[in-house]
């Protein structure tokens, strides 16, 4: 019944069909809460009830639902509450979406049991704490997406065992200390987003091994140090954030066209780079560099300058 402009709640009525396998009510207009009668329907395996006006809280009673793979509540701006801890029971789930706009609290420690899992979106909430390290145990994940929360504390080290993990946004939280020289295991990563954090240290020099990376976006946090050459291995790169840091010296010819053809870099607020940075635009095809005026040690005959 996906698409077809329901109105109205959701029958608690349908706990009662004890053989139902999916239920597909996405992309309608229903409203009221999810009935925790739901949570009868032990044969369901998958739930999408996603792009609605829902509220209220997540049942918990959805925990009894062993077989369900794929379970979709995103886009319900109005779901309130914490998440439940119970969710750790559903071992099946390959894809799980709580990225609804309005949940508290932490990410249950019992997540680390969904071993099954490979898209997990918790993005555009209010959580908080840290972000737990039993996560790591989730080896078959692929899409990571814990961005724009108020989650604190380190990147845990144990990400690095997500060695399948093609998409890892953290972006937009409140996460401090370095980036985990364990990321280098993220062979198949396409996009790295930690932006818009308080992260500090400096760049591991071991990110250039993520050769299949497409964007990685590091702005605004308190990165210094040189931007390590190493970089210039991510030949597939488009997109290069580096601006609102502390990063010094000079910037490397790795960065240039003839080893990064295709990638825009960002750069502007690092008052710290000195030299000539006309070489990063020179012969570069599909390439736009952007400084601006505060960075008083740098030239640039084709850069863009940005406010």
């Known amino acids: 019944l996906n698409s077809n402009l329901l109105t109205g709640t959701i029958p608690s009525e349908l706990g009662n069909l004890d053989q139902l396998q999916t ?27 996603n792009y609605n006006s829902l509220s209220g809280t997540i049942p918990s009673e959805l925990g009894g639902l062993i077989k369900l793979r794929t379970l979709w509540l995103d886009t319900n701006q109005l779901i309130n509450g914490t998440i439940p801890s119970e969710i750790g029971n559903l071992i099946q789930l390959s894809d799980l979406r ?5 949940l508290t609290g932490t990410i249950p420690s019992e997540f680390g049991n969904l071993t099954q899992l490979q898209t997990l979106w918790l993005q555009l909430n209010q959580l908080t704490g840290k972000i737990p390290s ?27 065992k997500l060695s399948h993990l093609q998409y890892l946004w953290l972006q937009s939280n409140q996460l401090t200390g370095t980036i985990p020289i364990d990321f280098a295991s993220f062979t198949e990563l396409v996009e790295l987003r930690l932006s818009n954090n308080t992260l500090s240290g400096t760049i591991p020099k071991d990110l250039g091994k993520l050769i299949q990376l497409q964007q990685l976006r590091l702005n605004d946090n308190a ?46 607020n690092n008052d710290g780079l000195v030299g000539d940075l006309s070489f990063l635009c020179q012969n570069g095809f599909n390439r736009t560099i952007y400084i601006n005026e505060t960075m008083k040690n740098v030239t640039c005959t084709c850069c863009v300058y940005t406010s």
Not at 33 to 48: A, C, F, K, Q, R
């Open 134 to 160: 039993e996560l790591g145990f989730l080896t078959e994940l692929v899409d990571l997406s814990l961005d724009h929360n108020t989650l604190s504390g380190e990147i845990p080290s144990e990400l690095g």
């Open 23 to 49: 239920i597909w009510l996405a992309v309608n207009q229903l409203n009221g809460s999810i009935p925790s009668e739901l949570g009868h329907l032990v044969e369901v395996t998958d739930m999408e009830l």
């Open 98 to 102: 709580l990225d609804v706009g309005s």
């Open 223 to 268: 990165f210094r140090g040189r931007i390590p050459s190493e970089l210039g291995n991510l030949s597939d790169l488009s997109l290069l954030h580096l601006f609102s840091n502390e990063f010094t010296g000079t910037v490397p010819k790795e960065l240039s066209s003839q080893y990064l053809p295709n990638a825009e870099i960002h750069l502007f």
